[in-house]
Antibody
Framework: QVQLVESGGGLVKPGGSLRLSCAGSGFTFSDYYMSWVRQAPGKGLEWLAYITGGSDKIYYADSVKGRFTISRDNAKNSLYLQMNSLRAEDTAVYYC?????????WGQGTLVTVSS | EIVLTQSPGTLSLSPGDRATLSCRASQSVSNNYLAWHQQKPGQAPRLLINGASRRATGIPDRFSGSGSGTDFTLTISRLEPEDFAVYYCQQYGSSPWTFGQGTKVEVK
């Protein structure tokens, strides 16, 4: 069965950096777009970025463009989110999703807390 | 960017009731690439509907999606206790992809 497992979350100071990872299994990873979506405490879902299977197309939400970088390593069945210049408002649970006509599978999420 | 507006914000209903949730887009959603997701407290969202009306694998047939262009609806024909949750629409027809702000279906 399809499984997505995020890791790398934690507490980071404002202005700091963090790299999130998402390990995919149970499907041919390279065949699918993948995305990152976040959810601030008590708030709704915010789509952040997607990357195509071959990494030839990447798109970001304006809120993270220039600070966050999405990437993937198909040999390792892994998706990444490099987050730089973190702000308090980036505090959220970060989900990776497999995209197949919408986000059809979600990981369990990893919590990122930006605080001094 | 396509803005999705969901209404109502909260729906107070009883088990067995019919629920009708709306998602309105600020411009036409390409190819009706509109999905609905359900999220329960402390859990990740899960896909219910994509392509505006196609149920995802394992989703009960009491969930149905309809609509096209800018107006979309999720209907739950008879609410079961496990259906009380927050529902989000998502458009993936135009980049950036976007979510609506959510509709909470709560027990009356």
């Amino acid at each position: 069965q399809v499984q997505l497992v995020e890791s790398g979350g934690g507490l980071v100071k404002p202005g700091g950096s963090l790299r999130l990872s998402c390990a995919g299994s149970g499907f041919t990873f390279s065949d699918y777009y993948m995305s990152w979506v976040r959810q601030a405490p008590g708030k709704g879902l915010e789509w952040l970025a997607y990357i195509t299977g071959g990494s030839d197309k990447i798109y970001y939400a304006d809120s993270v463009k220039g600070r966050f970088t999405i990437s993937r390593d198909n040999a390792k069945n892994s998706l990444y989110l490099q987050m730089n210049s973190l702000r308090a408002e980036d505090t959220a649970v970060y989900y990776c999703t497999r995209d197949n006509y919408g986000s059809d599978h979600w990981g369990q999420g990893t919590l990122v807390t930006v605080s001094s | 960017e396509i803005v999705l507006t969901q209404s109502p914000g909260t729906l107070s209903l009883s088990p067995g009731d019919r629920a009708t949730l709306s998602c309105r887009a600020s411009q036409s959603v390409s190819n009706n690439y509109l999905a609905w997701h359900q999220q329960k407290p402390g859990q990740a969202p899960r896909l219910l509907i994509n392509g505006a009306s196609r149920r995802a694998t394992g989703i009960p047939d009491r969930f149905s999606g309809s609509g096209s262009g800018t107006d979309f609806t999720l209907t739950i024909s008879r609410l079961e206790p496990e259906d009380f949750a927050v529902y989000y629409c998502q458009q993936y027809g135009s980049s950036p992809w976007t979510f609506g702000q959510g509709t909470k279906v709560e027990v009356k």
